[in-house]
């Protein structure tokens, strides 16, 4: 049986952790370096790393940031946010990192991930998804530019391609839900965990414990992220960690 995980994510902006509500009114959540090396003694499974404003911007990922959340860790670490080129995988996984996420450039240049996955293999390659539910669709839409730009993409269809092409993982965000902390969307996840072969990261609208376990059980998640349920010391990885156990989910 395949474990569950449970992966922080540091949502960092000019050097610094942030986070808001649906992508936006973003505070400081600390120090990304020091909020690293606490969650990898927490018994985090995995950690994220997004440079949230570098796509917006058009600068490249912090890469002296990364190298230094890198030394501080011993768990699996993801680094996301102005990957444009195999040139800024390479550095990116040089700089310690385990995978790379795309989101904007994997989109708008879906050969991206193709080349990523043929040079470092898919286990190397993260394809993240930010959707939101979209009337018109009567599903949802995908949104590039840190949820800035709506796109023509419809959640699944996306999510089929982007492995296709060589994705070995999806994190996939709820925009709706993001920050609520009311719980995942769970239809959302479930809708595009039966849709692709590979293991599908649920993201957006974490609050307690209990949402951890509707994650995994109702939107078949094979993992779940949260950032400022965690950051802020609301609860922490360890007592999600046990709650989950407790409730018979096999965890690593």
């Known amino acids: 049986m395949i474990t569950k995980r449970i992966i922080p994510c540091l949502d960092v902006k000019e050097g610094r952790v ?4 649906q ?3 973003l505070r400081d959540a600390g120090d990304p370096v020091k909020l690293a090396a606490f969650y990898d003694k927490e018994g985090a499974d995995e950690l994220v790393f997004l440079d949230i404003s570098a796509s917006h911007e058009g600068r490249k990922t912090m890469v002296e940031v990364v190298e230094k959340v890198a030394a501080a860790l011993a768990i699996p670490f993801t680094v996301g946010g102005g990957i444009n080129s195999l040139e800024d995988m390479k550095r990116i996984l040089r700089a310690g990192a385990d995978k790379v996420s795309l989101n904007t450039a994997a989109v708008m240049n879906p050969e991206l991930i193709t080349e990523g996955a043929s040079f470092f293999g898919t286990q190397c390659i993260v ?8 009337e018109t669709l009567h599903g949802w839409r995908v949104y590039t530019h840190g949820g800035r730009k709506p796109t023509e993409w419809e959640v699944t269809d996306w999510a089929k391609e982007a492995v296709f092409r060589g994705a070995g993982e999806i994190l996939l965000t709820s925009m709706d839900g993001d920050g609520s902390k009311a719980g995942f969307d769970n239809r959302l996840t479930r809708t595009v965990s039966e849709a692709v072969s590979v ?3 649920a ?7 209990g ?3 509707d994650a995994f059980q109702d939107g078949k998640a094979d993992a779940a992220l949260a950032a400022s349920i965690f950051h802020y010391k609301e609860t922490s990885v360890k007592e999600v960690k046990h709650y989950l156990k407790e409730q018979g989910v096999n965890m690593r």
């Open 18 to 21: 942030v986070k808001g509500i």
């Open 23 to 25: 992508f936006v009114e």
């Open 127 to 134: 394809v993240a998804i930010d959707a939101k539910y979209d």
């Open 199 to 201: 293991p599908v990261i």
């Open 203 to 209: 993201s957006g609208g974490a609050g307690n414990a």
């Open 211 to 213: 949402h951890f376990y």
